[in-house]
């Protein structure tokens, strides 16, 4: 008798399950999606959902229009569920940002009563740890609020009927490689994922977060065993709540999919789309992007002779010599270039690739050139010298390597600290070029990212000079110990090269005056 019992409600309940019909969505953008928006939240025309504007003390909420049935009607067990989005913080000003943003499982659309600021629109002063409220979020809090608790002004943290996380950290997430907490900043503005993910046999709910570049890190940063059920309602909405204060951000979400009772499918990278360009428009987009293009794609040229020379096994000096011989002095004003391009006109394009565009001359049909113009010096004293090339070399070298374009502008990264971050992160390798799965010598690799380093620093005196470049490349000399460069993340020792691109300062790295680390590195030597 028990036995059946027990048998005719596994029966039901497996009824139950199928009879909820999991919920299963994904939105790579929300262009034509049926949310639910309050507040500031809005849907922008290519698709983004902009929870927050730059309004003061205000919310904004996005939810899925219909409710979600989160337990089992028989026992009353919260199912499990796993949810992964894509985010972006872009902070009013580069060092601050408010208040924050929050997934969020609540029994309303959009939080009725719920206050802004550090209350991230999902609580008020008098409902603030009620029991009866029902509400599990997690928050990304970029201002640290110390009547709550906070942690600091850049945490991830699971709530629970309250604002004071039941479990929190800095935002950071474990390496795969080395099994190391890298920190991440949540107003960088750079694309970020999380996973949200609760076993409800487990019992347990895991929070990751992760660049848009990494991979899932296996180790989540949060991990809260705790059965939700008692705080679910069998009906909950999902959705989306952020705040600004007196400070604020644009808090944006370029992709979302949620699925109950299985794993949320994959976002595809690929079809997000794209932030808004930073930063204002200091001078015509030609100087800014096209002008560091075209010198990057005529200093590819100029650099693949001097590859094909060293492969051809001369001697370092001969090498040298016919590189300065060739390709020094050659150096084209922007006048001469917009002649030779017939106006940069699509006439003379040879070819467009991962260095842009490459143009030939009509005149000689000769293309060569420098990339020293990517200097920071050169910006202030626009002069090209043996120093600048090294640097523009520097700048090549990460560009091969890594398979990346110096400055992506759709993505405002810049290309020197994407690599520099890695390799403070212990695991320099993850910038190579995805495209060459296991094909490289870890060594090489390394060393080629640690040359394109050294090279691309922004303090001349700390570039090592060619010769030394093509000895340490031929392994005739040891590369110093780079670690000496190890420094605190606000003084990155690289180029911002923010007078050609976006204007734009990153959570990383707000200056570069840091001479003492650049002498000692190369002291001896040239
Ligand atoms: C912010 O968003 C709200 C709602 O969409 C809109 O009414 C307001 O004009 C926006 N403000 C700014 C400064 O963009
Ligand atoms: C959006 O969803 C709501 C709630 O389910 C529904 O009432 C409304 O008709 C939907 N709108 C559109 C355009 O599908
Ligand atoms: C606080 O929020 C609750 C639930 O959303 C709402 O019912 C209540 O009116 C709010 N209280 C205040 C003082 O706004
Ligand atoms: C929690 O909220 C309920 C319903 O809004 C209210 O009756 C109760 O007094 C609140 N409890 C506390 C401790 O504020
Ligand atoms: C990471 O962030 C934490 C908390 O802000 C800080 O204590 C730690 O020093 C940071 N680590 C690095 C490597 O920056
Ligand atoms: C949560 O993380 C722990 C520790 O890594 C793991 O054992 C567990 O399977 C994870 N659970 C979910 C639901 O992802």
Same mark, same amino acid.
């Given at each position: 008798m028990v036995f059946k019992i027990v048998v005719l409600v596994h029966i039901l309940s497996s009824l139950a399950i199928a009879a909820s019909q999991d919920l299963n969505f994904i939105y790579s953008g929300f262009r034509s999606t049926n949310l639910s928006l309050d507040g500031l939240a809005q849907l922008t025309s290519n698709g983004l959902l902009r929870l927050t504007n730059e309004t003061r003390q205000q919310t904004g909420h996005a939810f899925y229009p219909n409710p979600v049935t989160f337990k089992n009607s028989i026992d009353g067990s919260a199912f499990t569920f796993s949810s992964t989005f894509v985010f972006a913080i872009r902070p009013g000003y580069a060092t601050l940002g408010g208040h924050g943003m929050a997934f969020v499982i609540a029994p309303t659309r959009g939080l009725p009563g719920s206050l802004p600021s550090q209350h991230l629109g999902l609580f008020n002063g008098s409902n603030n740890g009620n029991q009866t409220n029902h509400v599990v979020a997690v928050?990304?809090?970029?201002?640290?609020?110390? *009547?709550?608790? *906070?942690? !600091?002004?850049?945490?991830?943290?699971? *709530?629970?009927?309250?604002?004071?996380?039941? /479990? *929190?950290?800095?935002? &950071?997430?474990y390496s795969q490689l080395n099994g190391k907490l890298t920190n991440l900043t949540l107003i960088s503005g750079q694309r970020m994922q999380v996973w949200i993910e609760y076993d409800g046999m487990e019992k347990q709910l895991n929070v990751t977060i992760a660049p848009i570049d990494v991979d899932k890190p296996s180790r989540p940063l949060l991990s809260l065993p705790r059965d939700l059920s008692p705080y679910l309602n069998s009906n909950m909405y999902i959705g989306f709540s952020s705040s600004t204060g007196s400070a604020f951000s644009s808090h944006y979400v370029l992709g979302w999919s949620f699925k109950m009772n299985g794993q949320a499918e994959a976002l595809d990278i690929s079809r997000l789309p794209k932030l808004p360009?930073?930063?204002?428009?200091?001078?015509?987009?030609?100087?800014?992007?096209?002008?560091?293009?075209?010198?990057?794609?005529? =200093?590819?040229?100029?650099?693949?002779?001097?590859?094909?020379?060293?492969? %051809?096994?001369?001697?370092?000096?001969?090498?040298?010599?016919?590189?300065?011989?060739?390709?020094? @002095?050659? %150096? =084209?004003?922007?006048?001469?270039l917009y002649i030779a391009t017939k106006g940069f006109g699509d006439k003379e394009l040879l070819g467009s690739g991962g260095f842009g565009r490459v143009y030939k001359d009509p005149q000689t049909t000769h293309v060569v050139g420098t990339l020293g113009y990517l200097a920071p010096e050169h910006a202030r004293t626009g002069k090209a010298t043996t120093s600048t090339d090294v640097f523009a070399f520097?700048? =090549?070298?990460?560009?091969?390597?890594?398979?990346? /374009?110096?400055? +992506? @502008?759709? $993505? !405002?990264?810049?290309?020197?600290?994407?690599v520099f971050a890695r390799?403070?992160?212990? $695991?320099?390798?993850?910038? /190579?070029?995805?495209?060459?799965?296991?094909?490289?010598?870890?060594?090489?690799?390394?060393?080629?990212?640690?040359? &394109?380093?050294?090279?691309? +620093?922004?303090?001349?005196?700390? /570039? @090592?000079?060619?010769?030394?470049?093509? +000895? =340490?490349?031929?392994?005739d000399i040891p590369l110093p110990d780079i670690s000496l460069l190890r420094l605190p993340k606000s003084d990155l020792p690289f180029s911002r090269f923010d007078d050609f691109a976006m204007s734009y300062p990153s959570s990383m790295g707000k200056s570069f005056s840091h001479t003492s680390v650049s002498e000692s590195l190369l002291s001896g030597g040239r």
């Open positions: 928050e990304l809090d970029t201002i640290r609020s110390v *009547d709550f608790n *906070d942690l !600091d002004d850049n945490h991830v943290g699971i *709530d629970i009927n309250g604002i004071e996380s039941v /479990r *929190d950290a800095s935002a &950071g997430y360009r930073l930063g204002p428009k200091k001078t015509s987009k030609f100087l800014t992007i096209g002008l560091p293009v075209l010198c990057l794609s005529l =200093f590819f040229v100029a650099v693949s002779s001097v590859s094909y020379g060293i492969r %051809r096994r001369r001697k370092f000096a001969e090498v040298l010599e016919d590189w300065e011989l060739d390709f020094g @002095p050659q %150096r =084209f004003k922007y006048k001469d520097g700048a =090549f070298l990460l560009e091969v390597a890594s398979g990346r /374009r110096p400055i +992506q @502008p759709a $993505e !405002d990264v810049i290309l020197v600290d994407w390799w403070l992160g212990g $695991e320099i390798l993850e910038a /190579r070029d995805p495209n060459l799965g296991t094909e490289y010598v870890a060594e090489e690799m390394e060393l080629v990212l640690q040359l &394109g380093l050294m090279c691309s +620093q922004s303090e001349p005196a700390g /570039r @090592p000079s060619m010769r030394q470049v093509v +000895q =340490f490349l031929e392994g």
